[in-house]
C-alpha cells in the first residue's frame, strides 16, 4: 500500500506547467490524504489568476496513477494565496504586489488596460486596488463611474499621532483612487518634480488600502517622473507597457520600456491593445519576441469597450458576457502568472544583515 508521504513526495516533483519548476521546490503542496483507493491532493496556487490550473490536476493524476497502482482516484483540490515581494513597508503600503500601467505614447489604452486590470484580478478573487497617476489627464473616476471625491478622515496612529487617511472610493470592493478627485473639473496643472513627488507619495502612504494583492497604477503617458518616484518609494513587482500594432507606437513602447529599463522597474512585458483591421496585428508580439519580453496578450478594438468606458461602466466587462471578456482575463492571467514566475523563479538575494 502507498502511504500518504510517498505520494506528497511523487506530488513535489510533478513540475509546475506555468512556472516549469516542481511543485516541491515552489512549495505549492499542501498534503495529500488517501481514504481506500483515493487520493486527495492539496495545492496551493501562487494566484487565483492562475490560468488553466487543470493542466496541473491531470499532470498530478497521471504522475500519481503511474508510480502508485493501488491508487485508483485522484482529486486535486485548489486554493490560491498572492505571493508577492511586499516592498511597501516602509512607507505603510500593505501591497504584496505593485503593477505599473505604462505607454511612450498617449490615448493608447493605459487607463482602459488599467482598469480592466484591476476589475479582472478582483473578479478572479484576488484583493485590488487601482491608483490613477496620470496627474496630466486622470480619466479612471470617468472609466468606473465614480466622480465623488473620496472622504479624509482623521486616525490616531499607534504612536498616538493624529493623521488624515484618504478613504478610497469602493466598487464593489475594488479600491481606486485618482488624482483627478483633488483636481477640478479643466484645472490646468504644472506639475513640478517636487509637486508630483510628494502628491504620488501621498497617495500611496496616505490612502486607506488595507491590504492589497495587487496595486495597479495608471501612469500618465511618457515622462519618467512618476516611474522615479514609484521606484524610489518601493520595489514594483513590474511594468505593463500598452502599444498599438503601429510602428509608430511600437518605438514609443520602446521608449517606454528604455524609461523603465532606467528607474530600474522590472518589465512583466507587452499587452497589444487595439488589434484589428484599422492598426493591424501582431506588431507587439514580434516586438516583445525581439526584445526578448513575455507578451501578455492583445485586446481586439471593440466599440463595447469605448461605449463602457465612456459611461463609467468598465466594470462591466467582467460581469457581463461580452466579446472582449476571454482576451481580458487572458491579459490579468498572463501579468499575475508572470509576476509569480519573476519572483518564484528569481535567484534567492544572499541577506546581509546591516547592522
Ligand atoms: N480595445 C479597445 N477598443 C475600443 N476602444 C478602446 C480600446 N482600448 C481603448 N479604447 C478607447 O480609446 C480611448 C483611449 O483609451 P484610454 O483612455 O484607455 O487610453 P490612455 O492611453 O489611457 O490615454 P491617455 O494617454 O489620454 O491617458 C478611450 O475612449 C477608450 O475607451
Ligand atoms: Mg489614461
Known sequence: MSTEAEVLQRVRSVKDPEIGRSLGDLDMTRGVAIVGDTATVKIELPTPAYPRRERISDSIRSAIVSAHPDIKSVNVEFTAVVRGKM????IGLRAKNVIAVGSGKG???KSTVAASLAFGLKSLGCQVGLMDADVYGPSIPHMIGSIDRPAAMKVTTAAGEEIERIQPVSIDGLKVISMGYFLKPDQAVIWRGPLLHRAITQFLKDTDWGDLDYLIIDLPPGTGDVSLTLSQLLGLAGAVVVCTPQQVALLDAVKAISMFNQVKIPLLGIVENMTGEIFGRG??????EELGLPFLGELPIDAGIRIRGDAGRIASLFSESNPSRDALIHICEQVAIEIAKQ?????????????
Open 343 to 355: 519572483l518564484l523563479i528569481a535567484p534567492k538575494m544572499p541577506s546581509l544583515e546591516i547592522l
Open 107 to 109: 490615448g493608447v489604452g
Open 87 to 90: 516592498t511597501g513597508g516602509a
Open 283 to 288: 506588431g507587439a508580439k514580434a516586438k516583445a
